[in-house]
């Protein structure tokens, strides 16, 4: 079956540190990769995503991720943590042969501390 | 404001009632989806337009949810004979084509009492 793991429930980072958040994914063929942010009580905002191409690719608020097609891979990371950074993201995955479907991880919550 | 925008943004209701929920998509995406999504998981597919065809709903969805789009631009989601288990998250997006990323809506909350 085909899925995205997001192996970390909580990250906890200090704020000016660098940050990862970790996402693996069991999807056959090339998919497209998703990140989004949510905030409370709030929809979920479009981070960044991977098609096709260089491997770093830079999104919003300074986040870039990493994709590790060997490693089924597409870490999220930022080099120095804010603050506002604190919330809860969400990797998605678009298995190639699909129009809509995305696969969702369940979420890893970001924790800045000043 | 050019962004997906729901209404209305909470909705408490009684066990056994029926609910409607609006979505307005960003003006130019012929795709729109509806998405549940409960505390501390990741959204849960429900449905999928392109244009005003539904293509796709989830088998997990019951015969009391329905969804239109009409002529393609705002879509309702109705929700019949509420249950507790209803009570969660339903989200709205919606993307300009394949491959693209999704903008999502805020959000109506739905609590069934």
């Known amino acids: 079956a085909q899925s995205v793991a997001q192996p970390e429930d909580q990250v906890n980072v200090a704020e000016g540190n660098p940050l990862t958040v970790k996402c693996t994914y069991s999807?056959?063929?090339?998919?497209?990769l998703f990140w989004y942010v949510q905030y409370p009580n709030r929809g979920l905002q479009f981070l960044l995503k991977?098609?096709?191409?260089d491997n770093l690719v830079k999104g919003s608020y300074g986040f870039e991720a990493e994709f590790n097609k060997s490693q089924t891979s597409f870490h999220l990371k930022k080099p120095s943590a804010l603050v506002s950074d604190s919330a809860l993201y969400f990797c998605?995955?678009?298995?190639?042969?699909?129009?809509?479907?995305?696969?969702w991880g369940a979420g890893t919550k970001l924790i800045i501390k000043p | 404001d050019t962004g997906v925008s729901q209404n209305p943004r909470h909705k408490i209701t009684k066990r056994g009632q029926n609910v409607t929920f609006r979505c307005d998509p960003i003006?130019?995406?012929?795709?729109l989806y509806w998405y549940r999504q409960t505390l501390g998981q990741g959204p849960e597919f429900l449905t999928y337009f392109q244009n005003e065809a539904q293509l796709e709903k989830s088998r997990l969805l019951s015969d009391r949810f329905s969804a239109e789009r009409p002529k393609g631009s705002f879509s309702t989601l109705e929700i019949q004979r509420t249950e507790q288990g209803d009570s969660a998250m339903y989200l709205c997006?919606?993307?300009?084509?394949?491959?693209?990323?999704?903008?999502f809506g805020p959000g109506t909350r739905l609590t069934v009492t």
């Open positions: 997006a919606s993307s300009l084509a394949q491959g693209s990323e999704q903008y």
């Open positions: 999807v056959s063929g090339n998919p497209y």
């Open positions: 003006s130019e995406h012929n795709r």
């Open positions: 991977y098609i096709t191409g």
């Open positions: 998605a995955v678009r298995p190639p042969d699909s129009n809509y479907q995305l696969i």
